[in-house]
């Protein structure tokens, strides 16, 4: 079992033995035989085939992305443990490289599949539940699809064009190194480090936690912007220049398999509701003794010192938080610490932010965050286990399917991290800590719902912006005005904050990303107020949620759940329970 009494590095040993080299020599050459085998069913692809053979070759197909996919996670997992390895760093080139060229080698089968006459598509659909999904799926994208030459050179290109300049913004951050002072001491810092002075009691080094952020990052600003300018400038030319999408969020929305209009409607509610977090903002700017929160304040702790929790503490709590709500739950991230797939240890290079990694059905997720001992630290790591046991619950499905898609994929993070909190909740009885908590969760609703969705707002205009020929500064302006709509008259935000878009990974990594994060935690609210009416009546129907993966729609997932997601009142719902919160709090 691992240590679970201080934050380890993870093992990789599940996905590639020792040596290295070998393995991957050996798994590529296996690879290179499958390719091989798949392509000689390229003659067989015709509208005479029987529903048995193309069975057969879909299978085929199958088991050559799962083997493709073990390998991309171990470049992906190796290179996050250290950007700044250079071994780690060729060897995610190389696999990166080599699965570009055998998705090449596959490409026709999933074109023939978008090209189907639809009599032959259902002629041939299998009985298989999540194979039969799976072909839908693709089928979907049949209208933004090129011609399979052109395919492949937008994979061919994308490998060491837009996608190596995405990883050059992620050496480039990762490597920065931050100044602080503190307690007259200089202190070097990482940016996951310097991250925790947002929350100190000390409103001068709150704001000098995030002056030093973006005095750092605006040293960077030119480089750092002109990759922004060509990663949106790419998205435009393929996404809607080359594929014709309607608009730059709706290929996103596509792999979502989330309608615009939902997501619109999404979006808009988020955006009326601006005036609730405004309110809260207001209500602890009196409790911290200001006349005006500043931005530097929004996730000041209102008693002297956030409260310390040792990595095995915070382990307990969550084990025990989920047990109470079912043990499988428990024992399901028990697994994941069990198979040292956690990696949590603070140490220079590592990849910043937290996720989980569900690699293929087979195999336990891996998790990494670095773990400092404050609080959030402890919802994050709630959340990312919510993740591992999302994965393990939907390992009895296809690895085409058991993914959900990103939306759904926030449910059971967002739900662990609930149950947390509600935990902690139910035994505190002192009013003033149970404030404390209750703005904690607030301040979390903010980060996890407010700010991403307007992430995304402030994503759309910045396309637009770009496209139309707009300058960084213009972008800066835009970034302001975004947090100025947010936060009205309630927050005060210093000019620095215009450099906030090149701070922020998913930007750059995967564009229209963050709306998921406001519709998980919305839904999951939702969930949790209906948990809270059926008690343990509820636990089954939300197992099966989560077990479901990415074997069907989510529109149907959800409806079937007794949630209509296409109207605002569904979303308003939502903001409603968060709105009783921050009664429940002026009123102790």
Same mark, same amino acid.
């Given at each position: ?17 020792? @040596? ?24 067989? $692809?015709?509208?005479?085939?029987? @529903? ?25 997992? #190796? ?14 080139? #190389? ?11 596959? =490409? *026709? ?16 659909? @299998?009985?298989?539940? +999540? ?24 994979? =061919? ?26 307690? %007259? ?33 605006? %040293? ?33 929305? =596509?792999?979502? +398999? ?7 409607? $999404? ?9 609730? *977090? ?9 409790? $911290? ?8 304040? !929004? ?25 109470? *709500? ?46 400092? %001992?404050?609080?959030? +630290? ?21 690895? $085409? ?30 009013? /003033? ?34 496209? /139309? ?40 990594? &995967? @564009? ?14 939702? !969930? ?9 009546? *509820? ?5 099966? =949620? ?19 997601? &296409? ?19 002026? %009123?102790?």
């Amino acid at each position: 079992m691992a240590d679970t009494l201080s934050p380890q590095r993870w093992s990789l040993d599940d996905l590639l033995p020792e @040596p290295i080299d070998q393995s991957i020599a050996a798994a590529l050459a296996d690879l290179d035989a499958a390719a091989t085998a798949f392509e000689a069913q390229r003659e067989r $692809l015709t509208d005479a085939l029987s @529903p048995d053979e193309f069975l057969a070759i879909l299978r085929q197909y199958e088991a050559m992305v799962d083997r493709a996919q073990r390998l991309y996670a171990y470049g992906y997992l #190796r290179f996050s443990e250290d950007t700044q390895d250079q071994t780690a760093l060729s060897i995610r080139d #190389r696999l990166d490289q080599a699965l570009t060229a055998l998705e090449n080698r596959g =490409l *026709f089968f999933t074109l023939w599949l978008k090209a189907l006459p639809e009599e032959t598509a259902a002629r041939l659909m @299998p009985s298989d539940n +999540d194979l039969a999904y799976f072909v839908a799926n693709v089928r979907k994208f049949q209208p933004y699809t090129l011609s399979e030459a052109e395919e492949r050179v937008i994979n =061919l290109k994308d490998t060491n064009g837009i996608e190596a300049i995405g990883n050059l913004y992620q050496m480039i951050v990762s490597a920065l190194a931050f100044n602080l002072e503190v307690d %007259g001491e200089t202190k070097r810092l990482s940016r996951d480090q310097l991250g925790t002075y947002y929350h100190h009691p000390s409103p001068d080094l709150r704001a000098a936690a995030y002056q030093e952020l973006y005095r750092v990052y605006t %040293g960077q600003s030119a480089v750092l912007a002109q990759i922004y300018a060509h990663i949106v400038r790419d998205w435009h030319d393929e996404q809607q220049t080359l594929r014709g999408y309607p608009a730059a969020i709706s290929s996103r929305n =596509l792999n979502n +398999d989330i309608p615009d209009a939902v997501v619109e409607v $999404l979006l808009d509610v988020c955006r009326r509701n601006n005036s609730l *977090f405004q309110r809260y903002f207001r209500l602890k700017a009196g409790w $911290l003794g200001l006349d005006k929160l500043r931005r530097y304040d !929004l996730y000041a702790p209102l008693t002297p010192a956030d409260r310390s929790y040792p990595y095995g503490d915070a382990l307990t709590l969550i084990l025990d938080s989920l047990n109470r *709500f079912d043990p499988r739950t428990a024992e399901l991230v028990q697994r994941v610490i069990d198979a040292d797939h956690v990696d949590a240890e603070p140490r220079p290079g590592k990849r910043g932010g937290a996720f989980c990694y569900a690699v293929a059905p087979d195999l336990t997720p891996w998790v990494m965050m670095t773990y400092n %001992g404050q609080a959030r +630290d402890m919802a994050t790591l709630a959340h990312e286990f919510g993740h591992a046991i999302h994965g393990l619950l939907a390992a009895n499905h296809s690895p $085409l399917t058991f993914h959900a898609s990103l939306p759904l994929a926030e449910t059971a993070s967002v739900f662990s991290e609930i149950l947390l909190t509600d935990r902690l909740l139910k035994e505190e009885r002192d009013p /003033a800590v149970r404030r404390d908590m209750l703005a904690y969760a607030l301040d979390d609703a903010y980060v996890t719902v407010q700010r991403q969705a307007n992430f995304t707002l402030f994503e759309r205009e910045a396309h637009r912006l770009i496209q /139309a020929g707009a300058t960084p500064d213009d972008i800066c302006v835009a970034c302001l005005g975004n947090l100025r709509n947010q936060f009205g008259d309630a927050v005060e935000v210093a000019d620095e904050f215009r450099w906030e878009w090149i701070t922020v990974p998913h930007f750059y990594a &995967t @564009p229209f990303y963050t709306y998921a994060y406001s519709f998980g935690q919305l839904f999951v609210l939702a !969930l949790y107020e209906q948990y809270k009416r059926e008690g343990e009546a *509820f636990v089954p129907r939300y197992l099966k =949620l989560l077990s479901t993966g990415g074997s069907a729609e989510p529109i149907r997932v959800l409806q079937e759940a007794g949630f209509d997601v &296409t109207t605002p009142e569904f979303w308003q719902g939502a903001y409603d329970a968060l709105a009783a919160m921050l009664d429940e709090l002026e %009123g102790l």
